[in-house]
């Protein structure tokens, strides 16, 4: 029979362990929630938001309408550069945390203005 090496149980244990609780000490909490409505004729609604540097943001849209043409998606350059498409029944999130003051656009995915967040 194989002898059991407790020193190595014990690595492997508060391996996982670490692993396990890492979510929870690591993910830094939302200060934040502003959720906006878009529809074609609209676009998106509201349209100004202001937060603080340093506290976690988490901006939802929900899509009325699926966009069409220039305005049919949407990012926030600076704070969040992936260009979200705006589908129909569905909820875009964009979770970001703003390092510096400064006025930063909603924007569609050519850089056009639609919105404005104000980081303090
Ligand atoms: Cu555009």
Same mark, same amino acid.
């Given at each position: 029979?194989?002898?059991?090496?407790?020193?190595?149980?014990?690595?492997?244990?508060?391996?996982?362990?670490?692993?396990? #609780?890492? %979510? @929870?000490?690591?993910? #830094?909490?939302?200060?934040?929630?502003?959720?906006? !409505?878009?529809?074609?004729? +609209?676009?998106?609604? /509201?349209?100004? @938001?202001?937060?603080?540097?340093? =506290?976690?943001?988490?901006? =939802?849209?929900?899509? #009325?309408?699926?966009? $069409?043409? *220039? &305005?049919? $998606?949407? &990012?926030? /350059?600076?704070?969040? !550069? +992936?260009? +979200? /498409?705006?589908?129909?029944?569905?909820?875009?999130?964009? =979770?970001?945390? /703003? +390092?510096? %003051?400064?006025?930063?656009?909603?924007? *569609?995915? &050519?850089?056009? #203005?639609?919105?404005?967040? !104000?980081?303090?």
């Amino acid at each position: 029979m194989k002898r059991i090496d407790l020193k190595r149980v014990t690595i492997v244990a508060t391996t996982l362990l670490s692993f396990a #609780s890492a %979510p @929870f000490s690591l993910a #830094s909490t939302v200060a934040k929630t502003f959720t906006v !409505n878009y529809t074609k004729a +609209q676009d998106i609604t /509201p349209k100004a @938001f202001t937060v603080k540097t340093g =506290e976690k943001v988490r901006l =939802e849209v929900n899509a #009325s309408e699926t966009g $069409s043409g *220039c &305005m049919s $998606s949407i &990012m926030v /350059p600076g704070l969040w !550069n +992936q260009a +979200q /498409p705006l589908v129909k029944g569905k909820k875009i999130v964009m =979770e970001f945390t /703003p +390092q510096k %003051p400064g006025v930063y656009k909603i924007t *569609c995915a &050519m850089g056009l #203005s639609r919105g404005v967040i !104000n980081v303090r």
